[in-house]
Antibody, heavy 115, light 107 residues
């Protein structure tokens, strides 16, 4: 079955760029049937939807983060990526990559913003 | 954005009890409502989507109902493994938005 796995640095300095990659296995990312999302969860808090990307490269970002977010997709590697610029401590969270329709979800990766 | 409000924020119940969680949307979402279960340290797991459709492999003691703005997740005969936080999410508009969560504890 389809599985997703996040990867990237667990520690990012304030004002720098957070970069994460999600690798999809067990199925092709090159499908119009699904879009691929990033969702984050602040420590002991609720869930915040960051945005999505289609295999065509079409994106939608949460307006609350739109000025700092970009997503890309590499269909040859079956991966999609998240970049979040100018991070602060409030960006510390567990970041999940998720396929549309409710899942599957990656296991999540904790990113801490700290000097 | 569509605001999703869950209640209660936490509930403590005994094994075998029935637990009901409600979710209210700030505007109508038809039946495009998902329920997730999240155990500590784990990713959320989809239980029900859309509003009343149980996902494959989810125990039948879970059920969902509602449409428009008011939805309910019911856990019949609560089991120890149901101890988790439950979230609703609307899937009709972007950005997708989640409820604040309901923590279910076993007495």
């Amino acid at each position: 079955q389809v599985q997703l796995q996040e990867s990237g640095p667990g520690l990012v300095k304030p004002s720098q760029t957070l970069s994460l990659t999600c690798t999809v296995s067990g199925g092709s990312i090159s499908t119009d049937s699904f879009y691929w999302s990033w969702i984050r969860q602040h420590p002991e808090k609720g869930l915040e939807w960051i945005g999505y990307i289609y295999s065509s490269g079409s994106t939608y970002y949460n307006p609350s983060l739109r000025s700092r977010v970009s997503m890309s997709i590499d269909t040859s590697r079956n991966q999609f990526s998240l970049s979040l610029r100018s991070v602060t401590a409030t960006d510390t969270a567990v970041y999940y990559c998720v396929r549309s329709g409710g899942g599957p979800w990656g296991q999540g990766t904790l990113v801490t913003v700290s000097s | 954005d569509i605001q999703m409000t869950q209640s209660p924020s936490s509930v403590s119940a005994s094994v075998g009890d029935r637990v009901t969680i409600t979710c209210r949307a700030s505007q109508g979402v038809s039946n495009w409502l998902a329920w997730y279960q999240q155990r500590p340290g784990k990713a959320p797991k989809l239980l029900i989507y859309p509003a009343s459709s149980l996902q494959s492999g989810v125990p039948s003691r879970f059920s969902g109902s509602g449409s428009g703005t008011d939805f309910t997740l019911t856990i019949n005969s609560l089991q120890p493994e149901d101890s988790a936080t439950y979230y609703c999410q609307q899937a009709t508009a972007f950005p997708r938005t989640f409820g604040g969560g309901t923590k279910v504890e076993i007495k």
